[in-house]
């Protein structure tokens, strides 16, 4: 009995942990450049209500993942037109694509379904799929990305270019590298990251999207990064 327990909480561990290391990994690559990014709450809602949306009204999880993903994308990239263009605080526009993430998707809702505190249930049969009822093979990406990122930032050159422009933008500059182009990059694949992990929120762990499920992920994650000093 005592085994069995040991394994379930091995397994609701790493499903607990999912978005946390996407959005933590999506971060670290925002970071990375110079750019702070505390929009990863609302990049992960965008992705888990786009993702919800998407599955329930098409039947098809993986579209909704990839549009999940991609809406994440969108709104990182609004994020860096502000930071980056019109140089507005990070801090402050971070926090305003949170406090829009927690209104919009509650507004959409409410048009589509009558509803500003969840979307409709997704038939079990629309999820993510599972191995064995017990482990997404979204956990497996997660996971699988931390390698990869590590490999990414340390041994190839994107990755020397990305930490140059976050250590020494100046110098990168006048080594060649495009620091402004680089972080749009960064911040976009933050985007990209950081939704996917708010889409295994409501289409792989859950079977709906609710009002602010999040619940602070995405500040758990940023911690995370911190208190791991940058580094996967």
């Known amino acids: 009995m005592s085994e069995i327990l040991t394994i379930s909480l091995l397994f609701a561990a790493i499903r607990s942990a999912t978005p946390l290391i996407f959005a933590a990994l999506g971060g670290l690559y925002s970071e990375r450049s110079g750019v702070i990014n505390i929009a990863l709450e609302g990049l992960m809602l965008a992705g888990a209500f786009t993702a919800a949306v998407v599955t329930y009204q098409t039947g098809n999880p993986y579209l ?10 969108v709104l990182a990239f609004v994020y860096a037109i502000a930071c980056l263009k019109f140089e507005a605080d990070q801090v402050v526009a971070g926090m305003a694509i949170n406090f829009l993430m927690i209104g919009l998707p509650a507004l959409i809702s409410g048009v589509l379904y009558d509803s500003t505190g969840s979307t409709p249930q997704i038939d079990k049969v629309y999820k993510l799929p599972m191995i064995g009822n017990q482990l ?17 930032l340390y041994k190839t050159p994107f990755g020397l270019r990305l930490r140059a422009t976050g250590e020494n933008p100046q110098a990168a500059d006048a080594a060649g590298v495009n620091v402004i182009r680089l972080r749009y990059v960064a911040v976009i694949i933050s985007g990209l990251l950081a939704a996917a992990g708010g889409a295994y929120l409501s289409i792989g762990q859950s079977s709906l999207f609710t009002k602010q499920m999040t619940a602070g992920r995405g500040f758990i994650a940023l911690a995370a990064l911190i208190l791991a000093k940058w580094k996967p």
Do not use: C, E
Not at 64 to 73: C, F, I, Y
């Open 136 to 152: 997404s093979y979204a956990s497996i990406l997660a996971f699988l990305l931390v390698p990869l990122t590590w490999y990414i």
């Open 64 to 73: 909704g993942m990839l549009l999940g993903v991609v809406a994440g994308g």
